[in-house]
Nanobody, 123 residues
Framework: QVQVEESGGGLVQTGGSLTLSCAASGRTISSYTRGWFRQAPGKEREFVAAIIWSGSTYYADSVKGRFTISRDGAKNMVYLQMNSLKPEDTAVYYC?????????????????WGQGTQVTVSS
């Protein structure tokens, strides 16, 4: 059984920074692919970033250069550092985990999801 939980959302002004955290539990979670997705009102849930056990990362073009995904393998934690935030980054951010060892971007390939945390960027 794998459980995933996000934290760290909030309200920030344009140009500000915020760090999201994702805790996960499970016997083999350290080998899972971990991803961040977001969903704005009226829009589809979209891929933001992913990281695998080796530390390799992948980002959506819309956040490349502004967001950084990282992991602490010992604690089974994943983080999303978000800098230079824009109003269009406003969304509910979800952490997800998949029992594969490769970078994946399709949301239907992630089996385990958190409840989401709201990020609001004011203009």
């Amino acid at each position: 059984q794998v459980q995933v939980e996000e934290s760290g959302g909030g309200l920030v002004q344009t140009g500000g920074s915020l760090t999201l955290s994702c805790a996960a539990s499970g016997r083999t979670i350290s080998s899972y692919t971990r991803g961040w997705f977001r969903q704005a009102p009226g829009k589809e849930r979209e891929f933001v970033a992913a990281i695998i056990w080796s530390g390799s990362t992948y980002y959506a073009d819309s956040v490349k250069g502004r967001f950084t995904i990282s992991r602490d393998g010992a604690k089974n934690m994943v983080y999303l550092q978000m800098n230079s935030l824009k109003p269009e980054d406003t969304a509910v951010y979800y952490c997800a985990a998949a029992s594969v060892g490769a970078i994946i971007r399709a949301k239907n390939e992630y089996r385990y999801w958190g409840q989401g945390t709201q990020v609001t960027v004011s203009s």
